[in-house]
């Protein structure tokens, strides 16, 4: 509509990336690197979120995953984008953004700190997360473990009960996936438990990469309180299935 805002664009691509919905808004993200927001109540004017200088516009990725956090105050959007630069390549970042107005409410990464020596190169941060109640699940498929790159992780975010934004620091877990396996590519969650996935997972004794079986998969299932020890692990039972 002409009230888009990106009605300019070439082909927008609105809805090609992500879209989630809750009782308020519907939000839904696109290929050309834009978010709108339609409010329930007013759909003849949605909203499209802005970028803070520190996006970079020329990024497609920015909203591959979206969320919706409640607090106490207000509800937040939040915004992934693994495509984010940060020290040397696309670390990514996950952005939030006020409900009902679309105030932009920071970035959130944890690039720079000191126990988070994975960073530094292309990480995808941002690119699968959810909200588990007052935690933000992310995964991290090509964060780096050891002597292994890419075989990936879960963080942890304490979600601000009043404005439902991360707050503190994130906490890593580990899993011993033994290679490069892309743990958290994707995430999924119910009530206080969420799931993810190591497609690559490789159960023999010796090496790296995917020339070599087998390649079984998994799918754990954790508490939100605990991205350490999962509470239950799912394999299909088949052989280099990437389950």
């Not at 050309?32 to 004017?45: I, P, Q, R, Y």
């Not at 119910?190 to 079984?216: M, R």
């Not at 605990?226 to 299909?236: C, E, Q, V």
Request: glycine content about 14%.
């Amino acid at each position: 509509t002409s009230g888009d805002g990106i009605s300019g664009q070439d082909n927008p691509q609105v809805g090609s990336l992500s879209v989630i919905a809750d009782s308020e808004v519907i939000v839904a993200s696109s290929a050309k690197g834009s978010v709108v927001v339609w409010h329930l109540n007013d759909l003849e004017n949605p909203m499209v979120l802005a970028w803070d200088s520190d996006v970079d516009p020329a990024s497609n990725m920015f909203g591959k995953c979206l969320g919706i956090s409640k607090g106490t105050s207000h509800d937040t959007i939040l915004v992934g984008d693994p495509r984010e630069e940060g020290g040397s390549g696309d670390d990514g970042a996950i952005y939030a953004y006020h409900k009902t107005t679309g105030q932009y409410l920071g970035q959130f990464a944890p690039t720079g700190d000191s126990q988070y020596s994975g960073f530094g190169g292309s990480y995808y941060f941002g690119d699968a997360f959810e909200v588990v109640n007052d935690k933000l699940i992310i995964g991290v498929h090509l964060d780096d473990q050891g002597e292994y790159p890419n075989s990936g992780t879960l963080y942890s975010w304490n979600l601000d009960p009043a404005t439902g934004v991360p707050t503190g620091s994130a906490s890593r877990g580990y899993v011993e996936s033994k290679r490069s396996g892309e743990y958290g590519a994707w995430t999924a969650s119910h009530g206080d438990y969420f799931v993810s996935g190591l497609g690559l997972k490789y159960d023999g004794e010796t090496n790296t990469y995917a020339h070599e079986t087998p390649w079984n998969g998994q799918v754990d299932v954790y508490h939100k309180d605990n991205i350490y020890t999962p509470i239950a692990t799912l394999t299909s039972g088949q052989s280099s299935d990437f389950w």
